[in-house]
Structures are given as C-alpha cells and as structure tokens.
C-alpha cells in the first residue's frame, strides 16, 4: 500500500493530471519513464519534473494540430515514450486518447476510425501508415490529419506530419500559465479514455472510462497490493488493454512509480534477466510460456541438482499451503524455507531475473492450476486478478494477506460481486465504466437500472468470499444431449502435459467433444531431444512417438474428467497460433470462432465415422 504520496484531494475528486503535478513537485528527481533508444542499446530515463514537462510541451503541439476537449485522437504505437508522453498531453488537454492494438486489421481500424469520429491519429511508422492512409479519402469517416513517429516515405501533402515536427512547435509554443490553466478544467467524472475491446467475436466495442473509474480502482488496488515504493513496472502489453494502462500509465502515476517500456514483447524475458523487477505482471499465456521455459531450463540440469529443486519446491509449496490456509508457518518450515529459497530457488530464479520478485499477478482468463503449482514450488505465487475493460481494470483480486491458489480473489473496496441464477458474475460499483460509446457520440449505459453489470463471466462465490471462474458465458459448449461443459476447464487438462502448448475444445451441439491441439514451441523440442528426435514442429507433430505421447496425454486428462467433458477425437496441428496469424487476441486469448472457422474441416473430419 501506498504509505508516502500525498494525495492531492479526496479519492473521489482525483485526477490524472493533478497527479502528475504533484509528482513532478514532491518526487521530480525520482526516475519516471525509461525506454532504450534507437541508436544504442542503452537506458534513456525521464524524472518525474521533466516528464511532466514534455506533457506539457506534447500538449501545446497537439492543441497547435486543432485538437480540442472532449474529442477522440486515436493512437496506434508501440510501447515507447511517445505514446506514454502523448496520452497524457491529450489527457492535460481533456482530449480523449485511445490506443488502437498494432494488430488490428484494415477492416477493424476502419471500424474504430469512423466510430469514433476521430479526425487525427498518430501512427508509429510505414507499417501503420498503410493501413491508415485509404480513411483520408473515406467519406464515411472523419479522419483528416495523421501524425507519424517514424515517417519513412510519407508523402509531404499537408495531411501528413512528423511526430518530431508536432514536438518542436509544442516545445516553442509552450505557456506555462495557458497549460496550468488548462489541465485544472479536467474534472474527475471527465472521459479519460475509450478501449475498444479486441473482438473475440463481432465488432470491437468502445467502452468509456471516466477519471474517477480509474482512480478509484487505484486507490483500492492499492490497499491489497504490497509493493515498495516507487516500484519500477517492466510494460511490454500492449496499452489497447485495460491492464497495461493500468499498470503501465495510470497506477504508475498514482504511485509515483517507474516505468520501463518494452517496445518489444519478445524482449520481455531478456529484459525481466536486466531489471530484476520488483513486480511482474502477465496474461496467463505468458505465465505458461514463462513457465515452459524454466522447465526446459529444468530439464538441462544434471540429476542431481535437478533433485535439489524438487526437494526445495516441495518445501516451498508446503510453505505456500500454509500461507493459503492462513496460517503462520512453524519456525521449522520458515527456517528450511528461508535455506531452499537462498541455496536453491533464488539462484535459480535470478536466471529469470525473478529472484527480486514481491509481487506477481495474472488477470484477463482463468490460470492454469499446474502453472500456479508450477510457481508456487518456486516460491512464487501468482496473485490472481479478475476484472474486464467494463470495470475499469480489477473487480475482485488475491493478496498477500488472503489468497487461494486457482482462484481470483475477494471484491475490492467499493466493488460489490454476485451470481445470477444461471451463474453468471454481476459486478456493481463505481469503478463501473460510463457506458459503451455509440456512433453518434452519445452513451449507451451498461448496466441495469441497479447499477449492475453483468460480466458474462461464469463462477461462483465460495464460503469465504473468493470468486471462482468458471468460464465465459457465451463459450460455454452446450452438446446435443443438453450437458453444459466449460471448455477452458478441459483446455487447461490437456495443457498440463509439457508436450501440448496450446487446445481448443470444440463440440457445441454435438454428441461428444473433439480438440485442435499445438505442440509447444520450447518443450517439445527439449521432450524430443531427450529421446533423440529432432525436427522442426511441423516435422515433430507427425512422428509417431510424439503422437503417441499426445495421445497418452489426452488419455490422463479424460481420466479427470466426467463423460460428458471427455475428449474422443483430437487433431494436433504443425503450426502455433498468434495474434498475427488471427488465432489469438492481442492479449493471448483464444479467438474461438476464428479457430474453428480456419479448421473446420479438419473439425468436420474428427465427426465422420
């Protein structure tokens, strides 16, 4: 919890930029935004007073583009500073800014583009370019000027500029006074942002969130959350999403944090080896990946010192379970502990850079039970969130003081949680979004004359106030003989064997369930060396050992599983899926219908007799 900023009015009245005032006059020395530059591989580190100061002169250059309160400019960059700098100038101006994801394609940009009647959009680079540039002759949007970070070959016809251009008059026209005099017309209930939500299914949707959503969620996330103070955040997600804006922009300025910027998501475990942060935050896929490669790591061990780390990780769960259950740990068990962790897991963990680790989370879908035991033995315990883009960032969230493992948690301050009649969660509260934007720019509300929100999330609530996730409302399968099954449940099974990297359970309206599964792109070449096979994934999906392997693992996830959620066919594919190749969304979920439409024949064959 934060116990040293002081907080520049009541929770209630708080905003962003006044926020930033007060960082920049108590801690402006304090580092605020790094990020490596282009030319060198080295850190480049703004404190708090000179951040503060490129927002304001960042502001001056987009009110000098015409941009004026209330309205949209759309953002489609990478992590770096000039889209962490930007969305705080448009927020001091009391514009709107929205982050379009990187991989959204022609059809979805033109969608955001005309919805939201933005008329500028600041673009990282030609890749970006291509797709923008057709809506500057599109009739049905609005969209009239674009700003670009990296201009490459943009053509100079007064529609286009250069970011750097933007930056230089901002820094010219810069008045102090007309900036102070600006940031304070911003009121907490003002919009602070539009996220469009990835689109598992139809068109992305634009959820409004207000100033106050947001720092209300800050200040009760911060209540369960121990971390110290001013805690450095590696953000590498992409801030489209609700978590890193969270986590990258907004929670980092309500703490006085620092944040590092990680234009590159593949970077993300060389970058976590360098930092050694003090907090990590990841989407379940990345918890798994993660976990993949400390196992293969693992397995390289020689025998010996791999029993060493099954004896300290036995020890380390056991500590864990004490904690879970509430308990303190005897002198015994914390005295064989403390020697595990610095002989064995810390070392171990500082090949990951995770050795400094104090607080780690995960939120967006349920985890994986084998990947959280998987930490747990190495001393980390995932501290599992639940929320959506509609709630502003996390509803309910496990703590150090409080947790069970596989669940997500108890509702924070000011958030109340219940289950409809047919399971769903329902949340109320004042960290509940505004509303869904329309096209007309009015608001449609989302929740009910009550104030609740139906979440289309399945769970329960159990004796002691921790919610359980089942799964999603609409992705739940329903099978020809009326038997409702949670396909996640079953995923998580299959993907309990080190061979399978990710599933798909398929059999809505059918007789029984069938399943696509990929292999893992780290573990199985490391399962397959140890036995003397070698290929590429394409390769190792069609040798019989391998498919024999797969098959005894669908067999030992049956065994756990009712009739009903059994797997009688399954088909393993030769390639990963992505948010590039369309299988993924941005922030690692399953698009489901997108899946089964791609294989849906191989789907239809797993039915023919």
């Avoid at 370019?129 to 500057?136: F, S």
């Avoid at 999403?241 to 590092?260: Q, S």
């Avoid at 979920?589 to 023919?608: E, H, N, P, S, V």
Wanted: hydrophobic share 40%; net charge negative.
């Amino acid at each position: 919890m934060t116990t040293i900023l002081r907080m520049p009015g009541a929770p209630d009245e708080l905003t962003l930029p006044a926020l930033l005032l007060r960082n920049a006059e108590d801690h402006g020395v304090l580092p605020a935004l790094s990020w490596r530059g282009a030319e060198d591989p080295g850190w480049h580190t703004l404190s708090w007073s000179e951040a503060r100061r490129r927002v304001a002169e960042l502001a001056a250059g987009y009110r000098s583009l015409g941009v004026r309160p209330g309205e949209i400019v759309l953002l489609m960059m990478g992590n770096r500073p000039e889209h962490w700098l930007s969305d705080l100038a448009l927020v001091h101006l009391g514009a709107i800014p929205v982050t379009v994801y990187g991989t959204a394609a022609p059809e979805q940009i033109a969608h955001i583009a005309r919805h939201s009647r933005a008329r500028f959009a600041v673009l990282e680079g030609p890749r970006e370019l291509g797709r923008w540039e057709p809506l500057l002759d599109d009739a049905t949007a609005r969209l009239r000027r674009l700003v670009v970070v990296e201009p490459g070959e943009a053509a100079g016809d007064g529609r286009y500029e250069t970011f750097a251009a933007l930056a230089r008059r901002g820094a010219e026209r810069y008045d102090p006074e007309a900036f102070e005099e600006g940031w304070r017309q911003v009121r907490a209930g003002d919009p602070l942002t539009v996220i469009y939500t990835s689109g598992t299914t139809g068109d992305p949707k634009g959820v409004l969130v207000s100033q106050r959503n947001v720092l209300l969620n800050a200040v009760a996330l911060d209540a369960v959350v121990e971390l110290p103070d001013h805690a450095e955040h590696l953000c590498y997600l992409p801030f489209a999403h609700i978590a890193e804006r969270m986590l990258g922009i907004y929670l980092p300025v309500f703490r006085a944090g620092h944040v590092y910027l990680c234009a590159d998501p593949s970077a993300v475990a060389r970058t976590a080896r360098e930092l050694r942060p003090a907090e990590f935050f990841g989407v379940p896929r990345v918890w798994e990946k993660l976990a993949a490669s400390v196992r293969a790591a693992l397995a390289l061990l020689p025998e010996e010192r791999r029993a060493a780390v099954a004896v300290a990780g036995e020890c380390a769960r056991a500590y864990v379970d004490c904690r879970e259950r509430g308990e303190r740990p005897g002198d015994a068990l914390a005295e064989e502990y403390g020697r595990a962790k610095s002989e064995v897991l810390d070392p171990l963990l500082a090949r990951s850079g995770f050795d400094r680790l104090v607080w780690t989370a995960s939120a967006s879908a349920p985890m994986p039970p084998d990947v959280v035991r998987f930490w747990a033995g190495l001393g980390i315990v995932i501290m599992d969130a639940w929320g959506l883009t509609e709630t502003a960032g996390v509803c309910t969230a496990n703590s150090p003081g409080a947790f069970r493992l596989g669940s997500v948690g108890r509702p924070i301050d000011g958030v109340q949680v219940r289950t409809a009649d047919d399971g769903e969660i329902e949340v109320r509260g004042r960290t509940v979004c505004e509303g869904y934007l329309r096209a007309d720019g009015s608001v449609e509300p989302a929740t009910d004359a009550d104030g609740w929100f139906a979440t289309g999330d399945i769970g329960r609530v159990d004796e002691d106030g921790f919610l359980w996730l089942t799964d999603r409302k609409k992705e739940m399968i329903v099978t020809s003989t009326g038997k409702n099954v949670s396909p996640a449940l079953v995923e998580n099974l299959l993907k309990e064997h080190p061979l399978i990297g990710q599933a798909l359970v398929h059999g809505d309206g059918r007789s029984y369930l069938v399943a696509l599964l990929v292999l893992d792109g780290e573990l199985a070449p490391a399962w397959a060396g140890r036995r003397g096979i070698e290929g590429t994934l394409r390769e190792l999906s069609g040798h019989p050992e391998v498919r024999a392997e797969v098959e005894r693992a669908v067999a030992a996830a049956n065994s756990r599983l009712n009739r009903t959620e059994q797997v009688k066919k399954f088909s393993l594919l030769s390639e990963e899926w992505g948010p590039e190749s369309g299988e993924l969304t941005p922030s690692l979920k399953l698009r489901r219908r997108i899946i089964t439409a791609k294989y849906g024949q191989i789907l239809d064959g797993l039915y023919t007799l």
